[in-house]
């Protein structure tokens, strides 16, 4: 969450309560018109901490996005048959394992891409891995064999990518939000990372 942003959500809300404060003290003295000019203020710095606040939270979990960022390095263990064994590790230094099936292992991400006046807010380029799954080759096997699909990003309330999709008065801010995609064959014991740069996911070996 970009230091600044939550300033300006602290600073709006604030205001918003002076104002407030500032608006009934004018009713309580009957001076209507004052008031209402005040209230006014104190809805519109109301209205703005309330849109910082669910970018903050909708933007949760979300990492800085460059150039080209690592954004897991991936160990696969093949299991029996056409199972296998997903070992990730984050930047952060967590890591989880997930058993899949299939011939290829898919990884995919959300996107959000600023406009550049938002950049002056904090919220520059940024990326979400959002879910890890097995992949056929057969569409017949993709179709009717064993699906695996498990979630990568956080759990939270709001998304920014979701509320972006359904609400248009957001489009002031994002310049381009889409989801990228990879997948790798599964052919044996392998270790690759998984990249982000702003034009998608890339897949390569570990130390290349």
Same mark, same amino acid.
């Given at each position: +969450?970009?230091?600044?942003?939550?300033?300006? +959500?602290?600073?709006?809300?604030?205001?918003?309560?002076?104002?407030?404060?500032?608006?009934?003290? =004018?009713?309580? *003295?009957? *001076?209507?018109?004052?008031?209402?000019?005040?209230? +006014?203020?104190?809805?519109?710095?109301?209205?703005?901490?309330?849109?910082?606040?669910?970018?903050?939270?909708?933007? *949760?979990?979300?990492?800085?996005?460059?150039?080209?960022?690592?954004?897991?390095?991936?160990?696969?263990?093949?299991?029996?048959?056409?199972?296998?064994?997903?070992?990730?590790?984050?930047?952060?230094?967590? *890591?989880? !394992?997930?058993?899949?099936?299939?011939?290829?292992?898919?990884?995919?991400?959300?996107?959000?891409?600023?406009?550049?006046?938002?950049?002056?807010? #904090?919220?520059?380029?940024?990326?979400?891995?959002?879910?890890?799954?097995?992949?056929?080759?057969?569409?017949?096997?993709?179709?009717?064999?064993?699906?695996?699909?498990?979630?990568?990003?956080?759990?939270?309330?709001?998304?920014?990518?979701?509320?972006?999709?359904?609400?248009?008065?957001?489009?002031?801010?994002?310049?381009?939000?889409?989801?990228? =995609?990879?997948?790798?064959?599964?052919?044996?014991?392998?270790?690759?990372?998984?990249?982000? !740069?702003?034009?998608?996911?890339?897949?390569?070996?570990? #130390?290349?």
């Amino acid at each position: +969450m970009p230091d600044l942003l939550f300033l300006l +959500m602290i600073c709006f809300g604030l205001s918003s309560l002076v104002f407030l404060i500032l608006a009934f003290a =004018a009713i309580g *003295k009957r *001076k209507f018109i004052g008031s209402a000019g005040v209230l +006014m203020v104190a809805l519109l710095c109301l209205a703005l901490t309330a849109l910082l606040g669910t970018i903050t939270v909708a933007t *949760k979990g979300y990492l800085a996005l460059t150039h080209e960022e690592t954004a897991a390095v991936v160990r696969v263990e093949p299991l029996e048959g056409k199972v296998f064994l997903a070992h990730f590790e984050f930047p952060d230094g967590k *890591k989880a !394992s997930f058993r899949l099936a299939g011939d290829a292992i898919y990884v995919d991400a959300h996107v959000l891409k600023w406009k550049p006046w938002a950049n002056v807010l #904090g919220l520059h380029a940024s990326y979400e891995l959002d879910r890890v799954a097995g992949r056929y080759r057969d569409i017949d096997e993709e179709v009717n064999a064993l699906r695996t699909v498990f979630l990568l990003s956080e759990k939270k309330p709001l998304n920014m990518f979701h509320l972006r999709k359904n609400y248009r008065f957001l489009e002031p801010l994002l310049d381009a939000e889409y989801g990228s =995609a990879v997948f790798v064959d599964v052919t044996g014991p392998s270790q690759f990372e998984i990249k982000v !740069s702003t034009t998608g996911l890339l897949a390569r070996p570990s #130390g290349s």
